[in-house]
């Protein structure tokens, strides 16, 4: 009996630092389906057939950590890299291009007649 119960309090030990270690990813994004516009009332484009996760960005968000996994029978493949896709560098493009057309132009006075 004791070492039953030794047993499940060692158990209950791993279990709890097994939950505690598990890393949870803040960009667990999954990828499945493929719109023609930026709204999910649009048309269904495509669904994706293999996984296809987000799973972290780069400080100037314009390198991203992918997890692309599929199978093909028994085998399973599984591939995680990183992609460049310049979103960063285009969003900052647009805010200056955004803050140009803010600028007003100088506006002329015209001169008061005196009476």
């Known amino acids: ?34 719109y023609s516009a930026p709204d999910e ?5 495509f669904e994706v057939p293999v996984e296809v996760k987000l799973l972290d960005m780069s400080a100037d968000n314009n390198w ?12 399973s493949y599984t591939y995680i890299g ?7 560098q285009i969003m900052a493009e647009r805010e200056k291009a955004s803050e140009l057309a803010k600028v007003p132009s100088p506006v002329l006075e ?3 007649a005196e009476q």
């Open 82 to 88: 990183w992609t460049q896709i310049p979103v960063g």
């Open 1 to 34: 009996m004791k070492k039953l119960v030794v047993s499940l309090v060692c158990l209950a030990v791993l279990f709890g630092v097994a939950l505690a270690a598990e890393v949870k990813d803040p960009y667990n994004i999954q990828v499945k389906k493929l």
């Open 41 to 45: 009332n649009s048309n269904l484009l």
């Open 110 to 112: 015209e001169p008061v």
């Open 64 to 75: 991203y950590k992918v997890k692309i996994a599929f199978k093909m029978g028994p085998f």
